[in-house]
């Protein structure tokens, strides 16, 4: 079994947990430390190390950013420290904890590991993965193939940048009843439409596992689903990197014993 660490960084939270690269499937308990405050790149780096160190792992390591990476550089900083731009994640990563990464954008991941193994399998045409947390994460996906580093939530909706209207972390600090963030989550979703005419939208983060609940409020065209992973398609998506960037690298490495998958 080809097994990896997915490693997936957010603004409040950093999340991990060795997967099946070859289904998609944790086969460990999903750890998670608070991601520090200010969140500076040696910070998070002794974050990510000491969630490894937490999982008991040895061996390449895929995680991801919630901003724009290239070829393992951070570009933005939307929701962590703007330290991060043009911060050499990768090598940062690689020496704070002493093991082989692949960094991409968090969105992306969680996109890949959807239209992989997920609620995209086998969808061809225009798809947009979005997921809701401290912003809004975007992926954009043609007949199955990437479009890296959309970052769809920062799209200005009249004076405001969408994730400022509609994400997650919105809806908690204003305390905004499901049918209102579900009509400002419209309103995005429709504006999208308008430019992308999309045959399918995915979401995730977190509030994708209470789908049922603003589903109702959502009117638009393109089919809607929520995502098959829910908040660990990232961590699917950064194992599945690592599993590209570093094949047959699996056997005879220390692995974590099997436990059970958690909240």
């Known amino acids: 079994m080809a097994t990896f660490l997915g490693i997936d960084i957010g603004g409040s939270g950093i999340k991990g947990a060795v997967v099946n690269a070859a289904d998609g ?131 200005h909706m009249g004076s405001k940048i969408a994730e400022a209207r509609a994400s997650a972390r919105v809806k908690e600090e204003k305390d905004l009843s499901w049918s209102k963030w579900g009509k400002r989550v419209n309103d995005y979703l429709t504006h999208l439409e308008r430019i992308f005419t999309p045959d399918m939208f995915i979401i995730g983060g977190g509030i994708s596992k209470r789908f049922d609940r603003f589903i109702k409020y959502i009117k638009i065209n393109a089919e809607i689903v929520p995502a098959h992973f829910f908040n660990d398609a990232g961590i699917v998506g950064a194992a599945m990197a690592a599993a590209a960037r570093f094949p047959d690298t699996s056997a005879g490495r220390k692995q974590p014993d099997p436990k059970g998958r958690s909240g």
């Open 25 to 155: 499937e944790l086969v460990s308990e999903r750890l998670r430390v608070d991601t520090p405050q200010p969140s500076t790149p040696p910070a998070v780096a002794q974050a990510v190390k000491t969630l490894v160190e937490m999982a008991a792992y040895s061996g390449p390591i895929g995680c991801t950013y919630p901003g724009i990476v290239k070829n393992g550089t951070m570009l933005s900083a939307a929701n962590v420290d703007a330290g991060w731009i043009g911060c050499d994640g990768q090598t940062l990563f690689n020496n704070v904890v002493g093991m082989p990464f692949i960094v991409l954008n968090d969105a992306d991941a969680a996109g890949e590991a959807e239209m992989v193994f997920g609620a995209g399998k086998g969808k061809m045409g225009v798809v947009i993965m979005l997921t809701f947390g401290t912003g809004i994460g975007s992926a954009l996906f043609l007949d199955g193939k990437l479009v890296p580093n959309t970052e769809f939530g920062h799209l």
